[in-house]
C-alpha cells in the first residue's frame, strides 16, 4: 500500500481508495479515478513535480500533493 | 415574429475537435459572445439543412457539468434555458474522443439527464483504430439510447450525416435513459425537492446535493431559507451512512453505466500499441532533453513577437507618418488638422501596430494547443510558477509580455481558472515590455554610460530594470492570490492530449480572430484615449496674445523650408570651396535657420506647457518632487499614461529638442546631450537629472502601467472595469514608492 505520489517511474498501482469530497476529490473521480483502476507512473516533471501518469485510455498532469489522496497498491 | 429556428448546443471534453466540429457545421457564419458576469466566451453559428435553418451555441469545453464557479455554470444554464436571452435548446450535440471513449461519455451520461434529445458525435475514429481500438457505432447507439453519428471533424467528414442526424433527433422526443442512481439517493433528491422552488429543475437538484461547495450549492442556499443548508447536510450525513457517499457515488453510477453500455462494442488490443504520443514525450517531458526543447520553443515564440514582428510593425508606423503627413498638406493649419494626424491618425496606427504581435503570438499558441504540445509546457513549467501562486499555463502569456502585455494577456485565455487567470491578467503589465526600451535607452544612454561609469553599468542598468518586472510580478501575483483572488488552490489535473499534426486551417482562424477582436473591442478605446490626451495637450492652443500657436509654428517652419531650400540651392552653387563671399552667405543663412529652429522649439516648449496637460503637471509638480523630478519630467510621464513610447517625443519638445521618434538613435543621442545640460528652473545651475533621478524615471516607467491598451484589453479579458481600474491603480502607486525609494536610496548614498 502506498500513495500515488511515492510511486518510481514506470512502476503501476492499482487505486484502492481515495478520501475527500472537495473540488479536487470531485474532478479526481470524474477524471475516472475509481477503485481496481490501474494507473501507470509515466515521469515526473524537471523540478520533481508535476507527475505525468497513464490512466484507462490517456495521460495526465497532476501535482504530487493531488497524486496524494490516492492510495494505491503497487501492481509492479 | 420571425418563425423561431432549431437551435443545436455543442458541448464536449477539451482537445476532442469541439472547435473543428463547430467550424465544419457553421462555416463563417459564426459571431463571438459573452454573457453577463463571467468571462468565458460562447460562439454561435448556423448551418441550413433541407431547407430548414439550425442555430448552433458552442459552449466551452469542459469534463463535466458540476459548476464550480459562474463561468463553468454558463453551459448548465444554457442547456437548461436559464440563460436569459436564450432559448432552451431543441437538441444536445456532445462530441466523444473515440480513442479515449469512457472518460468522454462522462459528460455525455450528465447530458442524458437535461431532458433533451442528444446527438454523440463519435470523433477521432481513426486514432482509435490506429491504437487497435474497434467501436461498434450500431451497437453503441442501441446501449446508449442516442444515435451515435461518426465524424472525422478536422477533415469535415460525416458532417452531412450529422446534420441529417441532427434534423431528425430534433423532431424526437427527449431520450429517458441515463444512468440510474442508487434508490437512496433519488429519495434524498426527493426530499431536497420539496424544500426548493416548484419547478427546480432535477438536474439542479442531483448537483446542489452531489457538488460539496459547488456553484448550485452556494446559488441555491443564497437564495432559499435557511435551512436548506443543514437540510444537505444531513442528507449527504445520511447518503454517507448508507454506503453512498457524495461526490463518488456520482463517479461510480456513470462509470459502470458507461462500462456496461460499452461492453460489446468497444473492443481494446490485449496489448497496449505503443503509439507517437508515447515516443515523443519520452523525449518532450523529459527531465532534461524536455526542457532544452521547451527552452528552445519559448525562444522560437520570444524571438518571434519581439523581432519578426517588428518587420512588419514598421510599415505599419512608416505608412502612418506617411499617411499623416499626406493628410497635413490637405489642410490647413488648426484643431482639425492637428486631430486628425496627431489624434486619429496617431490612434489608429497606435492599434494598427500591434496586430503583427497578436497575429504571430496567436498562431504560436494555437499551434501549440493544436499539437499537444501546450499542455507539455504547463507541465514543465508549473512547479515554477505554482511558488508564485500560478500554474504551468501562466508561463506562455507572462513571457510574451516581455515583448509587449496586450497580446500577452489576451494568451491568458488558455488558463481555465479563473482566478489563475485573473492574477496572471493583472501582474502580466509589470513584464517589462519593448515600449519600454526607448526610455531605457535615452536615459541609460545619458546618465550611466561613458566614461564616468564602468563599462559594464548599461548593462548591467538595463538587465535590472528587466528583472524589476520578473521580480515583482511573482510577487504581486502570490499577494493577490492570498488577498482579492483567494479561494480553494484550484485543482490542476491536465489531460495531456495525443499528439497530433496541427490543422493550418484552425490556426489561421484563430490568429485572424484574435486580430479582430482586439481591433473591434480594444480598438476604439484605445483611439478614444488617444483623442483625450492630444485634446490634453493642444488646448488652449493660442498664446497670451491670442495668437494660434498652429499658426505661428506654420509660419515659422514655412520660412525655415524656404531657408533650407536657400541654403540647398547655394550649396549646389559652391564648388569653389575657397570662395569666401559664398560661404560667408551661406554661414549667415545657416546661423538664421538655427535660430528659426531654436523659436520653433521654443513656440512647441510653451504650448506644451500652457496645454491643459501642462497646467497640470505644473500643479502636481509637489507631488512628484520627492522622486527627484520637476514639472517637466512630471508632465512628460503624465502624456506617456496612455502609451509609454510617447515620452521620448515629448521629453524632446519640453526639452527643446524638438519632436522626434523615439525609434531613432541619433535623435535620442541628441536629446540625451539637451537632458544631461537642464537645470532646474529656478535660475540656478543645479543638474536637473543625476544618477538617482535618472534611475529614478526608469523605475517609475518599468512598474507604471502607461498603456492604454493594455488597460482596454484588461476591461475586455476580464468583462469588466473594476479589474483595469484596480491595475492601473496599484501598478502608480507602486511606481511611484518604487520611484521614491530608488531615488531617496541613491540620493542619500550619495549619488546626488
Redesign the interface.
Known amino acids: 500500500m502506498s500513495t500515488l505520489d511515492k510511486l518510481r517511474v514506470g512502476q503501476r498501482g492499482r487505486v484502492q481508495s481515495m478520501h475527500g469530497s472537495d473540488a479536487l476529490a470531485q474532478r479526481l473521480y470524474e477524471m475516472g479515478f475509481l477503485e481496481g483502476e490501474e494507473i501507470e507512473v509515466l515521469g515526473f516533471a524537471p523540478l520533481g513535480d508535476p507527475m505525468e501518469i497513464r490512466l484507462r485510455d490517456y495521460r495526465l498532469s497532476l501535482r504530487r500533493n493531488e497524486a496524494a489522496r490516492i492510495t494505491v497498491a503497487v501492481v509492479c | 415574429m420571425p418563425p423561431r429556428h432549431p437551435t443545436v448546443a455543442l458541448v464536449g471534453n477539451p482537445n476532442t475537435g469541439k472547435t473543428s466540429l463547430f467550424n465544419a457545421l457553421s462555416g463563417l457564419n459564426q459571431r463571438v459572445g459573452n454573457y453577463p458576469g463571467v468571462t468565458v466566451e460562447t460562439k454561435k453559428g448556423k448551418f441550413h439543412w433541407r431547407g430548414e435553418t439550425f442555430h448552433v451555441i458552442d459552449l466551452p469545453g469542459t469534463?463535466?457539468l458540476?459548476a464550480?464557479s459562474p463561468d463553468e455554470m454558463v453551459a448548465v444554464d444554457v442547456m437548461l434555458g436559464r440563460e436569459e436571452g436564450e432559448p432552451k435548446p431543441d437538441l444536445v450535440l456532445t462530441i466523444v474522443d473515440a480513442?479515449?471513449?469512457?472518460?468522454n461519455l462522462?459528460l455525455t451520461t450528465q447530458v442524458l439527464e437535461l431532458g433533451v434529445p442528444v446527438i454523440v458525435a463519435l470523433n477521432m475514429i481513426d486514432i482509435a483504430d490506429h491504437?487497435g481500438?474497434t467501436i461498434d457505432v450500431a451497437q453503441l447507439s442501441r446501449n446508449l439510447g442516442v444515435p451515435v453519428v461518426e465524424v472525422q471533424a478536422n477533415k469535415g467528414r460525416g458532417i452531412d450525416a450529422l446534420k441529417t442526424a441532427i434534423a431528425q433527433a430534433i423532431q424526437q422526443p427527449a431520450p429517458a435513459h441515463g444512468p440510474a442512481f442508487p434508490d437512496e439517493f433519488e429519495s434524498e433528491v426527493n426530499r431536497i425537492s420539496q424544500h426548493l422552488n416548484h419547478g427546480t429543475p432535477r438536474f439542479l437538484v442531483r448537483r446542489l446535493l452531489?457538488?460539496?461547495?459547488?456553484y448550485t450549492e452556494r446559488l441555491l442556499t443564497q437564495q432559499q431559507h435557511d435551512h436548506l443548508a443543514e437540510e444537505i447536510q444531513a442528507a449527504?450525513q445520511r447518503l454517507a451512512l448508507a454506503g453512498c457517499?457524495?461526490?463518488?457515488v456520482?463517479?461510480?453510477t456513470r462509470?459502470q453505466w458507461i462500462r456496461q453500455a460499452t461492453t460489446g462494442c468497444l473492443q481494446?488490443p490485449a496489448q497496449r500499441r505503443v503509439n507517437w504520443?508515447d515516443r515523443l514525450?519520452a523525449v518532450l517531458?523529459?527531465?532534461?532533453g524536455?526542457?532544452v526543447i521547451f527552452l528552445a520553443v519559448m525562444f522560437l515564440v520570444f524571438q518571434s513577437i519581439f523581432v519578426w514582428a517588428d518587420y512588419l510593425m514598421k510599415p505599419i508606423r512608416d505608412g502612418q507618418k506617411l499617411f499623416g503627413g499626406w493628410l497635413a498638406t490637405l489642410l490647413d493649419p488648426g484643431p482639425l488638422r492637428s486631430l486628425l494626424t496627431d489624434g486619429v491618425v496617431n490612434g489608429v496606427g497606435s492599434v494598427l501596430v500591434f496586430l503583427p504581435q497578436i497575429l504571430i503570438l496567436f498562431a504560436f499558441i494555437a499551434v501549440l494547443e493544436d499539437c499537444g504540445y501546450m499542455?507539455r509546457a504547463?507541465?514543465?513549467m508549473?512547479?515554477?510558477m505554482?511558488r508564485a501562486g500560478l500554474n504551468?499555463k501562466s508561463f506562455i502569456p507572462l513571457l510574451s509580455s516581455v515583448a509587449c502585455a496586450v497580446p500577452g494577456i489576451m494568451a491568458a485565455r488558455v488558463i481555465e481558472n479563473r482566478r489563475d487567470r485573473f492574477a496572471t491578467i493583472l501582474v502580466a503589465p509589470l513584464m517589462s515590455c519593448s515600449a519600454r526600451l526607448p526610455v531605457y535607452a535615452l536615459l541609460i544612454g545619458a546618465f550611466l554610460s561613458g566614461d564616468d561609469h564602468a563599462w559594464w553599468t548599461p548593462g548591467v542598468t538595463l538587465f535590472a530594470m528587466y528583472c524589476i518586472g520578473l521580480v515583482v510580478a511573482p510577487l504581486v501575483a502570490f499577494l493577490l492570490k492570498r488577498t482579492l483572488l483567494r479561494g480553494?488552490t484550484p485543482?490542476?489535473?491536465?489531460?495531456?492530449?495525443l499528439y497530433k499534426t496541427p490543422s493550418l486551417r484552425l490556426i489561421a482562424r484563430r490568429a485572424f480572430e484574435a486580430s479582430w477582436m482586439f481591433i473591434r473591442r480594444a480598438g476604439t478605446l484605445i483611439l478614444a484615449s488617444m483623442i483625450v490626451i492630444w485634446a490634453l495637450l493642444y488646448f488652449p492652443a493660442t498664446n497670451a496674445n491670442g495668437q494660434g500657436y498652429d499658426v505661428l509654428l506654420n509660419e515659422k517652419e514655412e520660412a525655415r523650408a524656404k531657408l533650407d531650400n536657400e541654403i540647398k540651392a547655394l550649396k549646389a552653387q559652391a564648388n569653389e570651396p575657397s570662395d569666401n563671399d559664398l560661404n560667408g552667405q551661406l554661414k549667415a543663412l545657416t546661423e538664421r535657420s538655427q535660430n528659426l529652429d531654436d523659436e520653433i522649439h521654443q513656440l512647441q516648449h510653451d504650448w506644451k506647457r500652457g496645454s491643459y496637460l501642462g497646467r497640470v503637471g505644473r500643479w502636481l509638480e509637489p507631488a512628484v518632487r520627492p522622486l527627484g523630478w520637476d514639472w517637466r519630467i512630471g508632465m512628460a510621464a503624465l502624456a506617456s499614461f496612455p502609451a509609454r513610447e510617447v515620452m521620448v517625443g515629448t521629453l524632446g519638445i519640453i526639452f527643446q529638442q524638438g519632436e522626434g521618434d523615439s525609434g531613432d538613435d541619433a535623435y535620442r543621442k541628441e536629446l540625451g546631450q539637451r537632458l544631461q545640460e537642464a537645470t532646474w528652473e529656478d535660475g540656478g545651475s543645479r543638474k536637473l537629472f543625476t544618477v538617482p533621478v535618472a534611475l529614478s524615471v526608469m523605475v517609475f516607467f518599468a512598474l507604471c502601467c502607461q498603456c492604454a491598451s493594455t488597460l482596454a484589453v484588461i476591461k475586455r479579458e476580464t468583462n469588466s472595469w473594476r479589474w483595469p481600474a484596480f491595475t492601473f491603480f496599484y501598478m502608480t502607486a507602486l511606481a511611484y514608492v518604487g520611484a521614491w525609494l530608488v531615488y531617496q536610496v541613491g540620493t542619500a548614498w550619495g549619488g546626488g
Open positions: 469534463y463535466s458540476a464550480r480513442s479515449n471513449l469512457e472518460r462522462y491504437q481500438v452531489i457538488d460539496v461547495g459547488g449527504r457517499s457524495v461526490p463518488a456520482e463517479a461510480r462509470y481494446r504520443t514525450d517531458t523529459h527531465r532534461v524536455g526542457l499542455a504547463a507541465h514543465l508549473d512547479k515554477l505554482a504551468g480553494e485543482v490542476f489535473v491536465m489531460e495531456m492530449p
